[in-house]
């Protein structure tokens, strides 16, 4: 019979300490990566926390540095929280407020108000700008204030979070804007003036030399008018004095006294009545706002406002007038004749660096149910840059001191008024050229 193999002893304690030894080391192995994932964990959160603190620290810093007031309410209509500025309103610190009523912190007028504002936000409005009186410590203290919701993490509504500023502050604001406004409005006014003073001497230099001809006439024909009535004076008493006819006549040169007397008068009169019509053109000029719009001769307008300013200013300007016949417009004619001072002015500051010679060429037309007038000049012409700008107010073109920026502001404004417009180009032959349109004949509204 065949035996088995034959082996050693079996030494049980020894399998069984070895495998024991391998547990324990897996053990230990699951308490080291448990005890750092609890370090991890331990770090994290103390991040977490710092970062919390930082946050509510932020939060704290914020709701401290408020001027205005913060209530925090629920959808119960109570107290929350509030922030150090309504503790101050107030005289009560959060622990006091919070769970109160919020109607317990606004006077009895302004509880209709609170009641549909805490009925707003139950809709999840916003209200904004609502007049409350709040109870405050010294007393009434008004506020705007504006509304808005609280949610939940979960979009669902928590409450409302009122803020209101202080009326007072409001009002101090709103004084500094009425105040600033008024200082803007006063300037306006000051540089509006000074356009205003500007045309007033322009129109006084072109009148003073208008009127210096026909004065000048009347004074050297009266000088004349007084020689031949000192003549024929002194004939007379010679006459008186029983001196002959002849020789008194001769001595006194009173056939010649005679012959030049209606000339003379004809020259006074006829200065005078030159006179007598600038006076009218500027009673026209200085009509007021309130004088009806109706047709006049713009054709007149134009020549006069040439005669005024530019024959003044510039002697040597060669003017040429190409008009219809009966060339008229409608609208006020005061108000007309100030827009072609502006522009007939514009033009002669144009071409004042400009080599000779200098010319102005007023063109009109009748297009379209309005007369058209085109007012070239022989400058330089106007900049791209500037076209684009050339009626917004207070821009110039012109050195400090020589020019507000208004005229053509005002003359834009003046045109549209009346139902035109005013337009600036460059003539494709140089210089600029201003077209103005105002309603004709056709162009009267309807009754």
């Known amino acids: 019979m065949v035996q088995p193999p034959t082996s050693g002893p079996i030494d049980v304690a020894t399998s069984i ?35 919390l603190e930082e946050a509510q620290a932020f939060i704290a810093g914020v709701m401290a540095a408020m001027t205005d007031v913060l209530v925090v309410g629920d959808t119960a209509g109570r107290i929350v929280e509030v922030n ?86 409001l009002r101090r604001a709103y004084g500094d804007l009425a105040a600033a406004h008024e200082r803007l409005k006063e300037t306006q006014q000051q540089l509006v003036h000074s356009e205003k003073m500007a045309s007033l001497g322009r129109l006084v230099a072109g009148v003073a030399h208008e009127l210096n001809n026909p004065i000048s006439f009347v004074y050297g024909n009266a000088h004349a008018l007084r020689r031949q009535a000192d003549r024929l004076t002194a004939y007379i008493r010679a006459l008186d004095a029983g001196k002959p006819a002849a020789e008194a006549r001769a001595a006194n040169r009173v056939d010649k006294a005679l012959a030049d007397l209606p000339s003379t008068i004809d020259g006074l009169a006829e200065g005078a009545e030159r006179v007598r019509d600038i006076v009218a053109e500027l009673r026209r000029f200085a009509a007021t706002d309130k004088a009806p719009a109706d047709l006049f001769d713009l ?28 060339f008229r417009a409608f609208g006020l004619s005061a108000h007309s004749h100030q827009v072609v001072m502006n522009l007939v002015q514009n033009a002669i500051d144009a071409m004042a660096d400009a080599p000779p010679p200098h010319r102005l060429v007023i063109s009109g037309r009748i297009e379209g149910g309005q007369a058209v007038v085109d007012i070239r000049d022989s400058g330089p012409g106007i900049a791209t840059d500037v076209l684009s700008r050339i009626f917004d107010p207070f821009f ?52």
């Open 299 to 326: 054709g007149a307008v134009l020549h006069a406002a040439v005669t005024w300013v530019a024959r003044a200013q510039m002697p040597d300007l060669e003017v040429s007038f190409d008009l219809p016949v009966d």
């Open 396 to 447: 110039t073109t012109k050195p400090v001191g020589k020019g507000t920026g208004l005229g053509l502001a005002i003359s834009d404004r003046i045109v549209s008024d009346q139902g035109g417009s005013l337009s600036a180009a460059n003539h494709p032959e140089g210089g600029a050229v201003f077209t103005l349109r105002l309603p004709a004949d056709g162009g009267r509204p309807a009754p």
């Open 17 to 51: 300490d070895g495998e024991g030894e391998g547990v324990w080391i897996d053990v230990i192995r699951k308490m080291d990566e448990t005890y750092a994932d609890l370090v991890a964990q331990q770090v994290e959160l103390e991040r977490k926390n710092a970062e």
């Open 84 to 169: 150090a500025a309504a503790e101050r309103a107030l005289g009560r610190a959060t622990g006091q407020l919070a769970g109160t009523p919020l109607a317990g912190i606004f006077d009895e007028a302004s509880q209709a108000a609170l009641g549909r504002l805490v009925a707003a936000a139950r809709r999840r409005e916003r209200v904004s700008d609502l007049e409350l009186v709040l109870r405050g410590a010294d007393g009434a203290f008004p506020v705007s204030v504006n509304s808005s919701i609280r949610y939940t993490p979960r979009g669902r509504s928590a409450g409302l979070v009122l803020v209101g500023r202080p009326t007072g502050e």
